[in-house]
């Protein structure tokens, strides 16, 4: 499904963050992306999804065959990738509601299907509020706007649960969060695990893969996945630190 | 990439067509046997004419005021045309017998002047240039006692209304651009709400400034006799043209007792091109009077076009419990210059006025917020809220902000905020990250900004507001 081979790339005109990143990611399978403060595991997701401020300076990522980094933001939305927000943003004065089903709406369109109403999306809302654990209400505030920190992370996740993507990046989306509101996010990704989606999840703790199991975790360092491993290796960081890896990384390089 | 929030507004003016009528035109320039004139074509009354004289004579006196934020080459006002009427031959009966052609022009505007209007339930005053053309539903108002017909019919059907409210808000002598105005005025809309009624339908009028040269003077009055209520649309498209033109409207409301007035508008005349070539010159002077006690008066404005806007909507509070409110959205892009906003003056006691402006300022487009509040020494409690939020687009943009605040009486509780924000490149992105357009996500920010401005307008004019914004912002973000 995703294919990356060789990536490099820098924000805002600086040297390079990624150094030469190589993942495959198939359907069906999660893979979680961990490593120290500055390795680049947040500028991975954020390239993945096309954020303007980062700039790829080298290597290749295919989605479904198609030419990742040839796609505009909104296309690889479109084309079933979907990124939750370390921050989520807020947008003043328009509706969660309106918000949600205009991108859904743009995102049935792109498949060839009929735009739904307010009143049949409104159907749709509420068996995904359910998962969530959210008040109907939400959807009627301003997207994010007065959220809480809990509040914000599960109205990402609403989002794509409702969206139903083919490809989830979670980027940090456990920092801040307490405990009941780490169990209503992992539960709310858990339910949404199907064999022909993946999520790529990118923490720095291993506590959020206790509710969400990865098959496969890769830790970042400088740039480089310096190991991969089963779910197992998550633990171990747990126990050890990531200072154990940072001179191997070093001396590769 | 990371100036990629500039150039969002690129397409051709969607209404710049010009209209091939014989037009009924005098020649360029101005002078008193211009006023003259325009009187004479009008079939006018003695006492019109010498109140048009005084004020051109007054006018003559007046220098054109550049207090305002916006820069722009000397008008020549000898070099305007200050009257054209779409020759027509006779009176019109119906609808029927309007011009093909400028029916044409009408629907390209989208303004169908027949079914889809009655359909819609707006009466339509049209105004082509200068002189009413068509007007729907008379006879439904006329059994409510509802007067709502041209200025220029007014005059001739009911003199008395006309004589005693004419210039009762704005003068004469107002203002250079509404002494002008006075002198020269071509036509414009009327209406007359009697005691108790509310008028069962939002009443409608679309400009359009046709004739290449042609200033457009229109003179609009709308009175709400006690206890009446009146909610009126105005909404304004205009060809594209090469050279400026100017346009010096005034608007008179009048609110007696009890009586409510919502006055809201679509502005989107042709603003010029991406190098500010063209467009509208709009120096407009609208004001009303809450005359009387727990009388209101709303103004609502979403101004997209024209290329200069000098427009201060303002309601005089003179009766005891009276409100006033303005709601503003303004909109520049390119090179376009808007100083605009309003005055509350609070004359009488417990008199309240609450003041929402929203500008966006996008490409080199300037954006003043202009605002006096002024509470008399007999404005015993009264009270202003004003909240006043610029949005820019882009780094080469401006907004500014001049608020005036005067208060002669200590019980008086006036509030001012303000706010100034740029769009972010993360809430651009974020709505993109779920499938959403750039267009359409700046489009979406703008919309949300302006929310509560949109929610005073009209169901039919808050959708088509909503539009224009998308329009007018496209391509300011690449």
């Known amino acids: 499904m995703l294919d990356i081979r060789n990536l490099q790339a820098r924000v805002g005109g600086g040297a390079d963050i990624l150094k030469g990143i190589t993942l495959t990611v198939n359907a069906g399978e999660v893979h979680a992306v961990m490593g120290p403060n500055g390795s680049g595991k947040s500028t991975l997701a954020q390239v993945l999804a096309g954020n303007p401020a980062y700039e790829v300076t080298g290597g290749t990522a295919t989605f479904d065959d198609r030419d990742l980094f040839g796609m505009q933001p909104e296309e690889r939305a479109q084309a079933g990738l979907f990124m939750a927000f370390q921050y989520p943003v807020e947008i003043p004065g328009v509706s969660n509601a309106y918000f949600l089903r205009s991108a859904y709406n743009e995102i049935r369109k792109t498949r060839g299907e009929e735009e739904v109403d307010p009143l049949e999306f409104l159907d749709i809302m509420e068996k995904n509020l359910a998962l969530v654990d959210m008040e109907p209400s939400m959807m009627n505030r301003s997207v994010n706007s007065g959220f809480s920190g809990g509040e914000k992370k599960r109205n990402e996740i609403l989002q794509m649960a409702v969206l139903r993507p083919r490809l989830a990046i979670l980027d940090e989306t456990d920092s801040g969060l307490d405990i009941d509101a780490l169990r209503i996010v992992a539960e709310g990704v858990n339910k949404l695990r199907r064999p022909d989606n993946a999520t790529i999840v990118v923490t720095h703790y291993q506590r959020l893969l206790n509710h969400i199991v990865p098959d496969f975790v890769h830790v970042l360092s400088a740039g480089r996945i310096v190991k991969s491993g089963g779910k197992e290796l998550a633990l171990e960081l747990e126990e050890k630190g990531y200072d154990w890896l940072e001179t191997p990384a070093e001396a590769v390089a | ?478």
């Open chain 2, 1 to 478: 990439m990371s100036s990629s929030i500039e150039n969002l507004v690129n397409r051709e003016y969607k209404f710049g067509f010009v209209t091939d009528i014989d037009a009924d035109t005098i020649p360029a320039g101005l002078g008193e046997d211009t006023v003259r004139a325009i009187s004479a074509k009008k079939s006018e009354p003695a006492w019109l004419l010498e109140w048009r004289l005084k004020a051109y004579r007054r006018w003559t006196t007046m220098r054109e005021p550049h207090w305002g934020n916006v820069r722009y080459e000397p008008i020549d006002y000898q070099g305007q045309v200050y009257y054209s009427a779409p020759k027509t031959g006779k009176p019109l009966g119906s609808l029927d017998e309007v011009d093909p052609k400028l029916r044409e022009a009408y629907d390209k505007l989208g303004i169908p002047l027949k079914e889809q209007q009655i359909l819609a339930g707006v009466a339509v005053d049209a105004v082509f240039d200068s002189v009413s053309v068509g007007t729907t539903y008379r006879e439904q108002l006329a059994k409510l006692g509802i007067i709502f017909c041209s200025l220029g019919e007014a005059v001739r059907e009911h003199p008395d209304l006309v004589r005693k409210y004419l210039g009762s808000v704005v003068p004469y002598s107002d203002n250079f651009f509404a002494s002008l105005n006075s002198a020269v005025f071509s036509d414009g809309s009327f209406v007359y709400v009697p005691p108790g009624v509310r008028c069962p339908m939002e009443l409608s009028t679309y400009f359009r400034i046709n004739a290449e040269n042609t200033g457009q003077f229109e003179r609009t009055l709308i009175i709400a006799d006690q206890g009446a209520y009146v909610s009126y649309l105005e909404g304004c498209t205009a060809p594209k043209r090469a050279t400026n033109q100017l346009h010096a409207a005034v608007v008179e409301l009048i609110a007696l007792e009890n009586a409510t007035v919502k006055y809201s508008t679509v502005q989107n005349w042709y603003a010029g091109d991406e190098e500010g070539r063209g467009g509208i010159f709009n120096f407009v002077t609208k004001r009303g009077k809450c005359a009387g006690a727990n009388s209101k008066i709303s103004w609502t404005q979403v101004e997209t076009g024209s290329a200069i806007t000098w427009k201060y909507p303002s309601v005089i509070l003179q009766g005891d419990n009276s409100v006033g409110e303005f709601y503003s959205v303004a909109v520049v892009n390119h090179h376009q210059q808007a100083d605009t906003g309003t005055k509350m003056l609070h004359l009488g006691r417990n008199t309240r006025s609450t003041i929402v402006s929203k500008g966006i300022s996008a490409g080199q487009g300037n954006n003043s917020y202009r605002g006096r509040v002024f509470v008399g020494p007999k404005a015993a409690r009264a009270r202003n809220y004003t909240q006043c939020d610029s949005m820019l687009i882009g780094n080469r943009c401006g907004a500014h902000t001049f608020p005036y605040i005067e208060v002669a009486n200590d019980t008086a509780q006036v509030e001012h905020e303000a706010s100034t924000s740029k769009i972010g490149e993360d809430q651009i992105f974020y709505l993109q990250q779920r499938g959403i357009s750039k267009e359409n996500a700046v489009s979406m920010i703008v919309a949300g900004f302006c929310k509560d401005v949109f929610k005073e307008l009209p169901m039919e004019f808050a959708l088509e507001a909503q539009q224009l914004l998308g329009i007018t912002l496209e391509g300011s973000v690449g």
